[in-house]
């Protein structure tokens, strides 16, 4: 752990990147460190690291579960927002001459980087792995794309290159053996076996090559290995293309394919990050197989995720440190909604304009959508209404995207008042600063029209789930659904308030008079909506 934090540290030292995850592996010997930043000081720190590591570890004394080639054993770089895939090959080009020209190590390009096809696939670089690369180096079609043909007896080889996120994942099973971990890995993976002959003989075709056979799962890559620290064998899986293959579908294969072997898959393990739409995705996938209604919180589809993979058999599975998105958010982001209600409460009462009446007529929207939604997930789940489940699933569904997006309402409308705070605190000592602030306080004014009045849209759409559920929901929650059109209602009254108060110094503006027109509309046909959901529910209780 000494080494490791040695060259982590090279990385923290550049100024702009974000050190996401390290994920050190004993029996493996490997560690996987996940960064983030601009292009420029990625690249930078990427550098720094690789030459520490260079520095502190020697390859000739290095031994791991995990196939490896050196001492910086792969570093992919992953467009993350606001940078394309060509872009990315460039400087991961850019990082490859650096390693391969400062450093004397000799560097490889891969997958979208390399323009060589018999390059792209990581696997094929690394083949004979470290002790067998002295031989492999001299050969004219592995000479290496930076850096001499000379193999580098203490750093050894590095592989770099740009491609899309990779979850790098371990299934555990119920054996210590390797050769049933291998023919497991084998019926999954995309590339997967040799052909055999009815003695056991690998068969080849007319140019004297082996013949595969492919296995089940496209975009997954995957080998068996004994874990000593654990007492167990793994699956090892590289998964290049969640979209193609889930996580989820990968486990479940993994799952059929060890029972077809005699095998129990006992859980899985996560190395590094991981997207949240591969867990939420999952959570969902595992409540319909239990028919269970799916229109539950993002917290809720993540822990049935992880307690359905078994993502925590091997130690605490924190969402907070392991979703690359938790990862990146900043530390202020849903402020409001993160808070309890009673310091939600105390926030609102402080002797400050924000949170004001916008961000409470948002949350009572989020609570109207939230009761619809209640009814939804109890009427799927009633006793005798089993085949209806997945039809109040779809209406649960619809009532936590609304809640979603007024969930970050509730934050967005604070915000939108203190961007104004911060445009009229522009100075505005010459003509030219005046007409800046000028510019800046509509342009801010008129962000804080749009907010309230994507509140009353979706308030007014809560209505109808509302009123469906008085309709034909679980009766015995008819009064929940009811007091869910109240607090709808509330809502569109509420921020229809806050659009008119921020709209009454913004003269002929186009945008802003055809929100305040339909504003107008929702406003008035609110009070009808809640009427109709009242009289429904008063006609169904005793």
Request: charged content about 25%; proline content about 4%.
């Amino acid at each position: 752990m000494d080494i490791i934090k040695q060259i982590t540290n090279e990385i923290e030292k550049v100024e702009g990147i974000q050190l996401l995850d390290v994920d050190p592996g004993k029996a493996t010997n490997r560690t996987v460190v996940t960064i983030v930043g601009n292009p420029h000081v990625v690249i930078e720190a990427a550098f720094q690291a690789i030459k520490k590591a260079g520095e502190l570890i020697d390859m000739r004394h290095h031994t791991g579960e995990h196939p490896r080639m050196g001492a910086t054993d792969v570093c992919p770089l992953i467009p993350v927002s606001g940078i394309t895939m060509e872009e990315t090959v460039e400087f991961a080009k850019q990082l490859a001459k650096r390693v391969g020209e400062e450093l004397n190590i000799p560097t490889y390009l891969y997958e979208y980087a390399s323009n060589m096809a018999y390059r792209k696939n990581l696997a094929d670089i690394r083949a004979g792995e470290y002790e067998g690369f002295a031989a492999k180096i001299v050969k004219p079609e592995w000479k290496p794309d930076f850096g001499s043909a000379v193999f580098n007896e203490q750093s050894g080889a590095t592989v770099i290159g740009a491609r899309d996120f990779l979850i790098a994942y371990n299934i555990n099973l119920n054996t210590t053996s390797t050769r049933r971990a291998n023919a497991v890995a084998f019926d999954i993976r995309e590339k997967g076996r040799q052909k055999k002959d009815e003695k056991g003989k690998v068969v080849k075709d007319e140019k004297g090559e082996a013949v595969w056979e492919p296995g089940l799962l496209k975009s997954v890559k995957a080998i068996g290995w004994y874990i000593e620290e654990y007492g167990k064998a793994q699956i090892s899986v590289n998964l290049t293309n969640m979209n193609v293959t889930p996580l989820h579908i990968l486990f479940d294969k993994a799952c059929e394919r060890a029972q077809a072997r005699g095998l129990r898959v006992t859980g899985s393990e996560l190395v590094g990050l991981i997207p949240l739409k591969a867990l939420l995705d999952a959570g969902e996938y595992f409540l319909r197989k239990q028919e269970r209604s799916v229109g539950v919180g993002e917290a809720e589809l993540i822990r049935i995720a992880v307690m359905s993979l078994g993502l925590d058999e091997l130690g605490p599975f924190d969402p907070q440190k392991k979703i690359i998105e938790y990862c990146l958010q900043s530390p202020n982001a849903g402020k409001l909604a993160g808070m309890t209600l009673a310091n939600f409460a105390q926030e609102t009462a402080k002797d400050s304009p924000a949170p004001g009446g916008g961000s409470i007529a948002a949350y009572c929207g989020v609570l109207g959508a939230a009761l619809g939604t209640m009814v939804a997930n109890l009427s799927s789940h009633k006793k005798g209404w089993d085949s209806r489940w997945e039809e109040f699933s779809n209406y649960a569904e619809q009532g936590q995207t609304l809640m979603k997006e007024l969930l970050f309402l509730v934050d967005e409308d604070t915000n939108a008042f203190n961007k104004i705070m911060d445009a009229f605190g522009m100075p505005k000592s010459n003509d030219a600063e005046k007409a800046a602030r000028s510019a800046a306080i509509e342009s801010a004014t008129i962000y804080a029209i749009k907010i309230p009045f994507r509140v009353m849209q979706l308030c007014f759409q809560s209505f109808d789930l509302a009123k469906k559920m008085t309709e034909i929901g679980n009766p015995n929650s008819v009064s929940d659904a009811g007091v869910g059109a109240l607090c709808a209602r509330a809502a569109v009254k509420g921020t229809y308030l806050n659009v008119k108060i921020n709209a009454q110094d913004i003269k002929d503006n186009l945008e802003v008079n055809a929100i305040i027109d339909q504003a107008e509309i929702m406003n008035a046909e609110a009070d009808v909506k809640e009427k109709e959901v009242w009289n429904i529910v008063l006609s169904k209780m005793k």
